[in-house]
């Protein structure tokens, strides 16, 4: 039994979110990870309302248990979205890639719990004066979009800045993890790159035994030089996206230019299809640094049993050493 603030706050089971990944993170997948013990949480990233209100109700359908949206605050569909989840009364809204203050005192009105991802403390402490019920500390070790503080770094200075539940995200993939996160204060953990390789995501098994066949050094950092810093693993795709950054610096190139340039690598409609395709080399893929610890492809409720119960070990073990 592993009892925290956040898994109080939301009646779940286990203290594990379920990251809002892009083109992945769908129905089933939430529904599993909800129905499993945790948080599952459908991505709205780019997707029209529509389509993520049906990927709402498809949710409803298959779990009653408490499950999230998570909102891309980037993209254009995030105002449409943030009115949809309140239409739908779903129970909590995760934030990515921006600040979602404007839509904080409506959803909390409508009773959503409210849960941004934060890269800095500064973040964290404006949203919890907003009115956030939790906070996602995401640290650098992260796929995706990210800031520049380790998980390490951030997530205790988080916990010492805010009263609210902190969730530690970046490079956790196990039960150890999960206990180091629980041991630096955190409430819980969120995790991306592990949901990959469950039974229930819908992306092809060639991409999932890309992720098993990797390590902790192959991902790689596109975009920092052009403000828009992402995560993503290094195949030919990313390798090229980067020479084409590289290039347009030596050539005294803007960002806006730059990005123009690298849009037919990194575009997202290509991610989306390879992750059916099964081509892991033509599209840039978001992953974290806990690659390598990433061994099998299991149901998503092994997944979360076997995580709580090693964090229980790791936590007696260390215990028994006093
Ligand atoms: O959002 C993510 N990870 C993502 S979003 C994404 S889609 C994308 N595609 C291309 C470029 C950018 C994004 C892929 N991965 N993680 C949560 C996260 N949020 N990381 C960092 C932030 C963040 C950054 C700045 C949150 C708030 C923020 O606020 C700035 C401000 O306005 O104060």
Request: aromatic content about 4%; charged content about 20%; proline content about 4%.
């Amino acid at each position: 039994m592993l009892k925290t603030k956040l898994t109080e706050l939301l009646g779940i089971e286990y203290p594990i979110f379920q990251g809002g990944m892009s083109w992945i993170a769908d129905a089933k997948l939430a529904a599993a990870v909800s129905e499993g013990g945790g948080l599952g949480i459908i991505a709205a990233s780019n997707a029209p309302v529509e389509v993520v209100r049906e990927m709402v109700r498809e949710t409803k359908s298959l779990t009653d248990k408490p499950f999230g949206v998570n909102i891309m605050l980037m993209s254009d569909n995030a105002p449409a979205v943030a009115q949809m989840v309140i239409d739908e009364q779903v129970a909590v809204v995760t934030t990515g890639a921006g600040n979602p203050g404007k839509y904080i005192e409506g959803w909390k009105a409508a009773g959503i719990k409210v849960i941004p991802v934060v890269p800095t403390v500064a973040l964290a402490r404006r949203m919890e004066r907003a009115g956030a019920d939790a906070v996602i500390a995401e640290g650098t070790e992260a796929g995706g979009h990210i800031g520049e503080l380790t998980t390490m770094a951030l997530v205790p200075q988080v916990v010492d800045a805010v009263s609210v539940p902190v969730i530690a995200a970046g490079g956790i993939a196990d039960g150890h993890g999960l206990a180091a996160a629980l041991a630096l204060g955190a409430s819980g953990v969120a995790m991306g790159t592990r949901f990959v390789c469950v039974d229930e995501c819908p992306i092809s098994d060639n991409h999932r035994q890309w992720v098993i066949n990797h390590t902790e050094k192959d991902t790689v950092l596109c975009q920092k030089t052009i403000g828009s810093m992402m995560r993503v693993s290094k195949n030919n795709a990313s390798l090229l996206a980067n020479e084409i950054e590289n290039r347009g610096l030596r050539t005294g190139k803007g960002p806006m230019d730059i990005l123009k340039e690298q849009m037919p690598v990194i575009t997202g409609q290509k991610t989306r299809v390879a992750f059916q395709d099964g081509n892991v080399d033509s599209a840039i893929f978001c992953a974290g640094m806990g690659m390598g610890l990433v061994h099998d492809v299991v149901p998503v409720k092994v997944l979360l049993d076997r995580m709580v119960k090693e964090a229980e070990e790791t936590i007696n073990s260390i215990k028994a050493s006093f």
